[in-house]
């Protein structure tokens, strides 16, 4: 199969962990037998240091030609105080957007080998295993109008949180389609007690639900389902919420993973004409520029959004496997990165990265009897 993809680095840490994922790219398409079409452009900090903009021309064109898109990081120190338009941030929503990926999915897992590294209790982590979807192009991030006006005591801000029903009926599609493929339970969450927007959203869901009556609905309100990620994080399978909660939620998860590091993601769209779903993948994790170049970012989230990519934008499902059973094998015999608490010494980005590929090498081997 032919995989062609853009290649964006981003910022800090993203060009040290995206170097890793690429390795392993190359190396699984080596292995299984594909062609990779590979192009590489600018976003965020990096792209405003040298065009001037978050989001070249060059790259949305690079990004909308390629049927999936890898993406390192954004962000840097240097625009902190810029005016939004200039900030690394929004290079990352013109791509989504641009793309169309309405629906992000951030699975999030505990791995036996990292009980002892979450904050939470063993009992509580081991056996999570969730995938939160969220609304991707819509809602407070991208509502107008927007913006600061006015000076002194009249100063004031305003951002608005809005959906139409075609917004939220097409991720909670989404959400339910998962769900089937796994333990057929969807969470959706919102605040529905004080937010009209949340009252549709919560109608919506309600009607979508009804085409698939193989699955459960329940419904959670924000606050408390940010409590019971915490408390009761097993109960949920796919849990379902529009942008800001998302955002907000999918970091949280990442006391369960042990690591922020740790944690992958895939931001998917509409089919395309090669067959190939449109598809932006990147760690969760930001660009954590004070340890940037110093080759002891944690690349198994990068890595994991390749196992993502292979998986949902071109079908590949044994590769994808194989992608994931090398993670959790790496974890297990202990070579990773400092903010793993590894018992020994920890191991480098690359080290971690070369690790992955010898694993894959040797697992298809095995498959294939030689």
């Known amino acids: 199969m032919k995989l062609k993809i853009l290649i964006l680095p981003g910022d800090g840490i993203g060009v040290e962990v995206t170097r890793e994922a690429v390795k392993v790219l190359r190396q699984v398409s080596n292995v299984y037998g594909h062609e990779l079409d590979l192009s590489e452009g600018l976003l965020g900090g ?176 924000v606050d408390n389902c940010a409590m019971q990620l915490v408390l009761n994080p097993k109960r949920f399978d796919i849990v379902l919420t529009e942008n800001l909660f998302g955002d907000i939620l999918s970091d949280e998860g990442a006391v369960l993973a042990g690591s922020i590091g740790m944690l992958p993601s895939a931001s998917l769209g509409a089919q395309k004409s090669s067959g190939a779903r449109t598809g932006l993948y990147e760690p969760v994790h930001g660009s954590a520029p004070d340890i940037a170049g110093q080759n002891k970012a944690n690349p198994l989230g990068a890595i994991g959004s390749v196992a993502a990519m292979l998986e949902y934008s071109f079908g590949l499902i044994e590769e994808a496997r194989a992608l994931n059973a090398a993670i959790e094998k790496v974890l297990d015999s202990g070579r990773t990165t400092a903010d793993l608490k590894p018992h020994g010494k920890p191991a480098a980005t690359s080290e971690v990265g070369d690790a992955i590929c010898e694993l894959v090498t040797k697992a298809y081997a095995v498959a294939e009897g030689n």
């Open 46 to 221: 990096v792209a405003i240091q040298q065009t001037g903009t978050p989001f070249p021309d060059r790259t949305r064109e690079l990004a909308l030609a390629a049927d999936a898109t890898l993406l390192g990081a954004v962000g840097l120190p240097e625009f902190d105080n810029a005016p939004p338009e200039k900030r690394p941030e929004r290079g990352l929503l013109g791509i989504r957007k641009a793309l169309g990926v309405y629906a992000n999915l951030r699975p999030v897992r505990s791995y036996r080998a990292l009980l002892d590294s979450s904050p939470l209790k063993n009992h509580l982590v081991d056996g999570a295993d969730l995938v939160i979807v969220r609304e991707l192009t819509g809602g407070l991030y991208y509502g107008t109008p927007r913006g600061i006006s006015g000076s002194g005591a009249e100063e004031r801000a305003v951002n608005t949180m809005t959906y139409t029903r075609p917004e939220i009926d097409r991720v909670a599609h989404m959400a339910f389609q998962l769900a089937r493929g796994r333990r057929k339970h969807v969470t959706s969450v919102d605040k529905s007690n004080v937010l009209e927007n949340s009252q549709l959203w919560r109608r919506v869901v309600v009607e979508v639900a009804r085409d698939y009556p193989d699955v459960t609905l329940d419904h959670i309100l």
